[in-house]
């Protein structure tokens, strides 16, 4: 399994208090993304990294800011929590951009409910 | 745009039986396209990809798929399910290039009857 350590595990928060996710990897592999799994939608990118400061938005970005100071952590922030928040969140890495290593892998997810 | 479509939510098998999970996708060029399987309370697990050559990939825990590139479609198989196969299973579809993102369909819950 690749290694990948998500925390907290699980959270639950207050309407309109600032949260952070953390996602950690030991394989150096370049690329890291949130996604947020909600039932019917599937897994929809929140955000994701290309390299270390560099980041961009994904489909459902809004009330979402990402940081990646280091290789290894892709931090996911929700500066205002809001009920529609809750979710179980995901974090995948994946080597490269092309050819046939070209495979995200999957965290073991944080289940965040904001009440 | 991309898009990946899963036309059933939920199916129930018998274990034994075989099975088969539909998935079709909307993608202009020859996409990158992969299986994952998330058992309860637990992240994906990735069983199969297929990025070119032999349209029959092979994955693990018996799954196989077959990319059909007319009918738009990269459907999951296994011959004879087994009660742990009981997941949920998620088709994606990948551009790569640049940033890899990845487009999952909505997926679908497997129950396994005794």
């Known amino acids: 399994d690749a290694g990948i350590t998500q925390s907290p595990r699980h959270k639950v928060t207050e309407t309109g208090t600032p949260v952070t996710l953390r996602c950690h990897q030991t394989?150096?592999?370049?690329?890291m993304y949130w996604y947020r799994q909600d039932p019917g939608h599937g897994l929809r990118l929140i955000h994701y990294?290309?390299?270390?400061?560099?980041?961009d938005k994904g489909e459902v970005s809004d009330g979402y800011s990402v940081s990646r100071s280091k290789t290894e952590d892709f931090l996911l922030t929700l500066e205002s929590a809001t009920s529609s928040q809750t979710s179980v969140y995901f974090c995948a890495i994946s080597e490269t951009s092309g050819g046939s290593t070209d495979t995200q892998y999957f965290g073991p997810g944080t289940r965040l409910t904001v009440l | 745009a991309q898009s990946v479509t899963q036309p059933d939510i939920h199916i129930t098998v018998s274990e034994g039986a075989s099975l088969e999970l539909r998935c079709n996708y909307s993608y202009g060029a020859t996409p990158y396209l992969f299986w994952y399987v998330q058992s309860p309370g637990q992240g994906l697990q990735l069983l199969l990809k297929y990025f070119s050559g032999d349209t029959l990939v092979q994955g693990i825990k018996g799954f196989e798929a077959e990319f059909k590139r007319s009918q738009s479609s990269f459907n999951l198989r296994k011959p004879s399910v087994h009660w742990s196969d009981a997941a949920e299973y998620f088709c994606?579809?990948?551009?790569?290039?640049?940033?890899?993102?990845?487009?999952f369909g909505t997926g679908t819950l497997l129950a396994v009857q005794p």
């Open positions: 990294s290309y390299g270390v400061k560099d980041t």
């Open positions: 394989e150096n592999h370049r690329y």
């Open positions: 994606a579809v990948g551009a790569g290039g640049a940033t890899n993102k990845l487009i």
